[in-house]
């Protein structure tokens, strides 16, 4: 049986691993090579890295830390963040990621997705999707440019013409929840999940073993992901896994 | 010499890396005559069969491989470079593939489950005195793919695993020629330990 996924995310800023509340504050949590490992050894089932550098020189940084963690890991990799063209595609596929992320620029210019999915093959591209929930339109909306642009796009829809372009995979992240530690949104994971034929990784609000659960039954998200819990060692990937197994999940 | 078959069609770096991980030093290559020299080959691979088959006929490449494994010697292939070793593909119109092992290469039936089938899956094994399995867990491996082999010939299934209501070859072999369809290079300690069962192979079944 395929097996649900727990994938710590580590965010990239300048060569170092960051992780702020609600996209801002951000306090330093390490070094990205060292942590990959560490997440490696306790089972992490895959590991998302999102390059929030600013800097030109901080994305090609970037490069090096792909490389390095490339030469470390035998679990598969993702990389986002400042991917803007299928040039900056090859540059992180060829440095030794798995799949690439994608997220304000496929907004901006949807044919991105479909131009990597043409060029490496859909399992290569992840689209990320920062979502909000609105109470005036009752939707969920998407947000660009690390959460702080609102879009006219509602997440459903657009989630759906991403895997039409050739998204093998969605990374869907709920604002409303993110550094919460209050639970996943499992509504909108729902929804998203069961709108999408392709795998879809819930991220945002993971504060204890529960949530996991419960966004896996009810939320029925085929991958859940988290950066602050793990990298303050408030629970391991381990004691995640174990709890799961023990609820009759499966999990490798 | 661990030789790797670069013919345009995904992530060689990776399997490169994996195998430098167990201590080797492979060298990739486009070239048959080069290839050639290797004591051993791994034809790796993602993207769709029909590109892959035109990128390696473009290079000669699929005379050569076929003519090194009919001399029995090690072929591993990866992912589509295993689909690239049966009779034939669904994908993108039927595409004849290289025919060294027998079946074809189909869809994975619709509104079953999710496609691609992408992430740790339970293997199951079928003959476990192959030497690809020697000192390897029956544990978790790590798939990514739409099209799954279907063969008539149930001799060459090593390893399988299940997945929306198919049982899916995993692990195929027949003579000199190993094949994986999930990354055994991105599949932790027990992909890592096929990896160095192919590489330090004495040949054929495991004795007990």
């Known amino acids: 049986m395929l097996t649900k996924r727990i994938i710590p995310c580590l965010d990239v800023k300048e060569g170092r691993v960051v992780k702020g509340v609600q996209f801002v504050d951000l ?65 992180i596929l060829r440095a030794g990621a798995d799949k690439v992320s994608l997220n304000t620029a496929a907004v901006l210019r949807p044919e991105l997705i ?21 109470e005036a339109l009752d939707s969920w909306r998407v947000y660009t440019h690390g959460g702080r642009k609102a879009t006219d796009r509602e997440v459903i829809a657009w989630a759906k013409e991403a895997v039409s372009l050739g998204a093998g995979e969605i990374l869907l992240t709920s604002m409303d929840e993110d550094g919460e530690k209050s ?52 629970t391991s990937v381990e004691e995640v896994k174990t709890y799961l197994r023990g609820k009759g999940l499966p999990i490798r | 010499m661990i030789g790797i078959i670069d013919y345009g069609m995904g992530n060689l770096h990776s399997v490169t890396k994996a195998l430098e991980r167990l201590g080797h030093v492979p060298f990739v290559s486009e070239h048959a005559e080069e290839l050639s020299k290797a004591d051993q080959l791994i034809l790796p691979g993602v993207g769709s069969f029909k590109d892959g088959m035109a990128e390696l006929e473009a290079r000669g490449l ?37 025919a060294l092992l027998p079946g074809s290469v189909v869809k994975f039936q619709e509104g079953v489950a999710k496609v691609p089938h992408m992430g740790w899956n339970q293997l199951s094994f079928r003959q476990k005195t192959h030497e690809i399995l020697k000192d390897v867990k029956e544990g978790h ?33 027949k003579d000199s020629v190993w094949a994986t369809q999930f990354h055994p290079e991105k599949s932790s300690g027990v992909g890592m330990s096929m ?9 054929g079944v495991r004795v007990e």
């Open chain 1, 114 to 134: 479909k131009e990597g999915a043409d060029f490496f093959g859909s399992q290569c591209i992840v689209v990320a999707i920062d979502a909000k929930w609105d």
């Open chain 1, 183 to 234: 639970g996943f949104a499992i509504e909108l994971t729902k929804a998203v999940s069961e709108a999408v034929s392709v795998p879809v990784i819930a991220s945002g609000g993971a504060g204890n073993q529960e949530h996991f659960e419960t966004v896996f039954t009810d939320g029925k998200a085929d991958a859940a992901l988290a950066a602050s819990i793990f990298h303050y060692k408030e």
């Open chain 2, 141 to 173: 491996v790590y798939f990514v793919h739409s099209y799954f082999v279907q063969t008539k010939n149930d001799e060459v299934l090593v390893a399988t695993t299940d997945y929306a209501d198919a049982v899916v070859p995993a692990v195929v072999a």
């Open chain 2, 62 to 98: 699929d005379v050569f491989v076929k003519q090194w494994a009919e001399d029995g010697k090690p072929l591993l292939g990866i992912c589509l470079g295993m689909q690239l070793l049966f009779d034939e593909s669904q994908e993108n119109g039927l595409t004849k593939g290289l």
């Open chain 1, 27 to 91: 306090r330093d949590a390490g070094d990205p090579v060292e942590l990959a490992a560490f997440y490696d050894e306790q089972g992490a089932d895959e590991l998302v890295f999102l390059d929030i550098s600013a800097s030109h020189e901080g994305r090609e940084t970037m490069v090096d830390v792909v490389e390095q963690v490339a030469g470390t890991l035998a679990i598969p990799f993702t990389v986002g963040g400042g991917i803007n063209a299928l040039s900056d595609m090859k540059r």
């Open chain 2, 195 to 203: 990896l160095k069962n192919f590489v330090e192979q004495k040949g």
